[in-house]
């Protein structure tokens, strides 16, 4: 199992930078009995802010990468090693003003200088194991521990219906989109 880096806990209090102050509402039980399409979509609706609020990550302003970064990043981790050179063109900025943000992610230990092995007068920048992780938990949208302390609240039998309640409603969804065509 791939370890996710570790962030501290947060009080469900401290601000995400949306209207979260409000009073917190108890979810209200599911309706006994048959329950039609627009009921549940209804409820959900109620219930998916509450979802939300509680579980989105507070990890601080310190701890996000800027958008320059994340932009060096991802397109890294879509490209392969490049050159800074060759990331300042793909991305149409400086050589100049990428080569600042290289320098800041490779002091952070985010990316990497590597000789090419195929022609060692070129060196190339290339995510670390750490620049990986980083990226991966700065996509994330929940709190992965606050999640898992409140999974382990529940019972196992609780816990497959949530997963697989949730896996259905995300299939109904992509049943109705429009199939794309795959290019040759």
């Not at 370890?3 to 599911?30: F, M, N, T, W, Y």
């Not at 399409?37 to 990890?59: C, I, K």
């Amino acid at each position: 199992m791939e370890q996710r880096p570790s962030r501290p806990h947060r009080s469900l209090c401290e601000c995400i930078g949306i209207d979260d102050r409000s009073p917190k509402s108890k979810p209200k039980a599911v309706m006994a009995g048959p329950i039609t399409a627009s009921e549940a979509a209804a409820a959900y609706l109620r219930l998916f802010p509450n979802v939300y609020l509680r579980f989105h990550r507070r990890d601080g302003k310190r701890s996000e990468l800027t958008g320059a970064s994340r932009g060096v990043l991802l397109h890294l981790a879509q490209s392969g090693p490049l050159t800074v050179g060759e990331c300042a063109k793909h991305l149409q900025r400086a050589q100049s003003v990428v080569s600042e943000i290289v320098d800041q992610l490779e002091r952070n230990g985010l990316i990497a200088r590597v000789r090419d092995e195929e022609d060692r007068r070129r060196t190339l920048i290339w995510l670390t194991v750490e620049g990986r992780a980083r990226l991966v938990a700065d996509q994330e949208v929940l709190s992965g521990d606050m999640l898992e302390r409140a999974m382990s609240k529940l019972k196992p039998g609780q816990r497959r219906m949530l997963l697989e309640g949730t896996r259905a409603l995300i299939s109904a969804v992509d049943d109705d989109q429009p199939k794309r065509k795959q290019s040759p």
